[in-house]
C-alpha cells in the first residue's frame, strides 16, 4: 500500500551548525555547571590556543561535562564521560572550543566589544544569581562566584566575550534572506506529485517456474562466491544438562492426583450448551415495542441495529451460557438458529435477542486428557527431583568433577556444540535464555557452574576452543546454497520479464494485463509503496510522463508506469504558509553555511596549536 503524504508539508534538511551552538551558549548561565572541575593534575592549563586566545584545560573540561548531563538528561539514564569520549565527544567538544576562540581572537584584533550596560544586564537577569524574591541577589552573586573560585572581573569579562560573540555572528549571518526565486522554484519541486502504477513481479509471473538446480550447478555457485558461506567465528562449548522432560517419564503416575487434577479443571472440559447471541438494549418498554412492531412488519435485525446508531459488533453479546442470559435466558435458548426474540428483560432494560448460533454442550471424558494431564504432574515432579539435586551436582563440580564425570555419575546429557552468539542455533539448549548467557559469557579457564534454567532444569559448561572463521564445506552449506541460487537465479529472471513487459507496454499494451498493479493516484517525493524499495520515488519523479521504467534494487523487481505529473499548487493560505516557512528554513541554512564559510577562514589564519597529551590528561581525569 502506498504511503499517503498529500497533506505532509514540504520538509527539508536543516544543518545543525555546532560553532553557532557554542556561541549561543555560556557555560555559567547553564546552571553553573562546571563547579568543583578546578584539578587536572596541577600542570595541566590549556589544552589549545587559537590566534591570541588560549583554551583552558578548565573551559574544556566544563564543555565535556555540560554536553555529558544534556546527554544523560535526553537519554534518561547516566552515562560516563568516558563512554561519550570513546564515542567522539571530545573531538566535537575541541571543534566548538577552537571556533569560538577563533571568533573570540577576531572580534579582539577588529576591536568589537559591547559595553558595561549590556554586561550588568545580563548578569543581572541570570538564574543562577537570583535570591528568594526572584531578583538579583549581589550576595548570592559573590558566594556562587566564590564556589567556582573565579572573581567578578573574570566571570563579568566571560560574560562580555559570549554576548560580543552573538553581537558577532548576528553581524556575519543575521539578515540573510532566501532568494525568492531560488524559494519558489525549490517550493515548486518539492510540491510535485506524481500518479504512477506498479507491478511487482514475482516468480508466478516468469512463463515457467524455475528449473531446479543440478548438483554441479549448486557445487559452482558454491565455489564462485565463498564468501557467502562462511563459518563465523563461534565458540566450542561443551555442556551437560539436565532437563524436566529427560526424567519427566521416569517419575510415577498418581492416579488420584490426576483425577484431581482433571476435577480441578472441569470447567474446560465439561461446557454446557451455549449460544452466540446478539443484543439491541433499548431505554424503555415502548420503543422496545416498537422496534419489535417494525421486526414484524419486515424489517431485518441488521435494520434495527442501525437504528439505534450502532454497528453490529456493537450487539454481540458472544458465546454465553443459559445462566448467562438471566430471566432472558429460556426464551433465547428456546429460539432456532437465527430467530430474534424479545423485547426480553436484561440487566440493562429491554432488548431483543438474535441466536446467531447454536452451540451444543461438549464433554471432554478424563480418558481422553488422560496421558496429558499425567505428563503435566510428571514434569513438574522432575523439576522437583532436579532442584533437589542442584545442590549436590554443585558440590560435586567444586569438588573437581568434570562435566563428563558428571554424565556419567548424574546420567546428566552431555554434549558439544559450536555456539555463535545472536545467531539462533539448531540445539534445544540455546532456546534458554540463561543458556545463551552463560554462553555468551563464558572465557577459557572459566570452571564449569551450576545454573538453573527457565523450565526448571539445570547447566554447566566450559569453553573447549574459539573456533575460528572458516569457509563452510559444500555438503554442510547445501540448503544455503541451494536458497542462495534460486535467489539469484530469480531476480535474473524476473530482471528479464521486467523488460519483457516494459517494451511490451512502451508498444502499447497495457500494464494491467500483466498482473495486479499498485495503482498510486497522487504520491509526493517522500511517499513509498510496500515491499518496494526506496529508490522506487527517485526513479518515478525523474520519469516523463507516460515513460515506463524497470524498477531493480534490493530483491525486488517491478515495472512502473508514470501516468500523471501533478504540479505543485501555487495559490491559496496553504500554500503560502508553506512557501514562507521553505523561506525561512532556506535562510537559516544559508546563515548557517555562510557563519561556517568565515568561521573557518578565521580559524585557519589565526593558525591553531594544540597540545594532545593536554586533552588526554583532562580526558582522564574526567569520570
Not at 328 to 340: R, T
Request: a negative charge.
Amino acid at each position: 500500500m502506498s504511503k499517503n503524504t498529500d497533506d505532509e508539508k514540504p520538509r527539508t534538511k536543516r544543518k545543525m551548525q555546532e560553532v553557532a551552538g557554542w556561541l549561543l551558549m555560556s557555560m555559567l548561565v547553564l546552571g553553573l555547571g562546571g563547579f568543583g572541575v578546578t584539578n587536572f593534575g596541577g600542570r595541566v592549563t590549556s589544552v589549545a590556543t587559537v590566534g591570541d586566545i588560549e583554551i583552558s584545560a578548565q573551559d574544556y573540561a566544563q564543555a565535556v561535562q555540560t554536553q555529558v548531563r544534556s546527554y544523560s538528561q535526553q537519554m534518561g539514564l547516566q552515562i560516563s564521560a568516558q563512554e561519550l569520549l570513546g564515542a567522539g565527544l571530545g573531538q566535537d567538544v575541541m571543534r566548538g572550543l577552537i571556533a569560538r576562540a577563533a571568533l573570540t581572537d577576531e572580534a579582539g584584533k577588529i576591536g568589537l566589544s559591547v559595553g558595561d550596560e549590556l554586561v550588568a544586564t545580563k548578569v543581572v537577569a541570570m538564574p543562577a544569581f537570583q535570591g528568594p524574591s526572584g531578583s538579583f541577589d549581589r550576595d548570592m552573586y559573590r558566594s556562587q562566584l566564590e564556589r567556582i573560585k573565579q572573581s567578578e572581573a573574570d566571570f563579568e569579562t566571560g560574560v562580555r566575550r559570549d554576548v560580543t560573540l552573538g553581537l558577532f555572528q548576528n553581524m556575519i549571518s543575521g539578515g540573510i534572506t532566501a532568494p525568492q526565486a531560488m524559494t519558489e522554484k525549490l517550493d515548486l519541486w518539492l510540491n510535485e506529485k506524481r500518479g504512477f502504477s506498479l507491478l511487482p513481479l514475482t516468480e508466478a509471473y516468469l512463463a515457467a517456474p524455475l528449473p531446479a538446480p543440478t548438483e554441479d550447478e549448486l557445487k559452482a555457485f558454491h565455489t564462485a562466491q565463498p564468501e557467502m558461506f562462511i563459518k563465523p567465528e563461534a565458540k566450542r562449548i561443551t555442556y551437560v544438562a539436565l532437563l524436566p522432560q529427560d526424567i519427566a517419564a521416569d517419575q510415577p503416575v498418581d492416579e488420584a492426583a490426576v483425577q484431581a487434577l482433571y476435577d480441578e479443571r472441569i470447567d474446560e472440559y465439561v461446557l454446557p450448551e451455549r449460544r452466540i447471541v446478539d443484543r439491541l438494549v433499548y431505554p424503555d418498554q415502548a420503543t422496545a415495542d416498537a422496534a419489535r412492531a417494525k421486526l414484524d412488519g419486515g424489517a431485518t435485525f441488521e435494520d434495527l441495529v442501525k437504528d439505534r446508531g450502532i454497528e453490529l459488533a456493537d450487539a454481540d453479546l458472544g458465546d454465553v451460557t443459559l445462566d448467562d442470559l438471566g430471566d432472558a435466558g429460556e426464551s433465547v435458548f428456546a429460539a432456532a438458529e437465527g430467530d430474534v426474540v424479545g423485547p426480553l428483560p436484561s440487566n440493562l432494560g429491554p432488548a431483543m435477542f438474535r441466536v446467531a448460533t447454536v452451540l451444543a454442550a461438549e464433554e471432554t471424558p478424563l480418558a481422553d486428557v488422560h496421558d496429558t494431564l499425567a505428563l503435566e504432574l510428571q514434569t513438574e515432579a522432575a523439576r522437583t527431583a532436579i532442584d533437589a539435586r542442584f545442590e549436590a551436582i554443585d558440590d560435586l563440580l567444586a569438588g573437581g568433577a568434570t562435566l563428563e564425570d558428571l554424565a556419567k555419575e548424574e546420567g546428566m546429557t552431555l554434549s558439544t556444540l559450536d555456539y555463535v552468539s545472536g545467531v539462533p542455533g539448531g540445539s534445544a539448549i540455546e532456546g534458554y535464555d540463561a543458556f545463551r548467557q552463560a554462553a555468551d559469557a563464558v572465557a577459557e579457564g572459566d570452571f564449569p557452574e551450576t545454573t538453573g534454567l527457565e523450565d526448571g532444569g539445570l547447566f554447566a559448561l566450559r569453553l573447549d576452543e574459539i573456533v575460528a572463521e572458516a569457509p563452510t564445506p559444500f555438503d554442510e552449506a547445501r540448503q544455503a546454497v541451494t536458497t542462495a541460487w534460486h535467489a539469484e537465479a530469480l531476480t535474473k529472471a524476473l530482471s528479464a520479464r521486467a523488460v519483457e513487459i516494459k517494451t511490451a507496454v512502451e508498444g502499447g499494451a497495457s500494464l494491467g494485463s500483466f498482473g495486479i498493479v499498485d495503482a498510486m493516484a497522487k504520491t509526493d517525493r517522500n511517499g513509498s509503496v510496500e515491499g518496494a524499495p526506496a529508490s522506487l520515488m527517485e526513479t518515478v519523479f525523474g520519469m516523463a510522463e507516460g515513460a515506463v521504467s524497470v524498477v531493480d534494487a534490493d530483491g525486488f523487481v517491478g515495472v512502473v508506469v508514470l501516468d500523471k505529473i501533478i504540479p505543485a499548487v501555487t495559490e491559496g493560505e496553504e500554500t503560502a504558509a508553506a512557501r514562507a516557512s521553505l523561506a525561512t528554513s532556506f535562510a537559516q541554512s544559508i546563515s548557517a553555511d555562510a557563519f561556517e564559510a568565515f568561521t573557518t577562514s578565521i580559524t585557519t589564519d589565526a593558525g591553531i596549536t594544540m597540545d594532545q597529551a593536554a586533552v588526554d590528561a583532562v580526558n582522564a581525569s574526567l569520570p
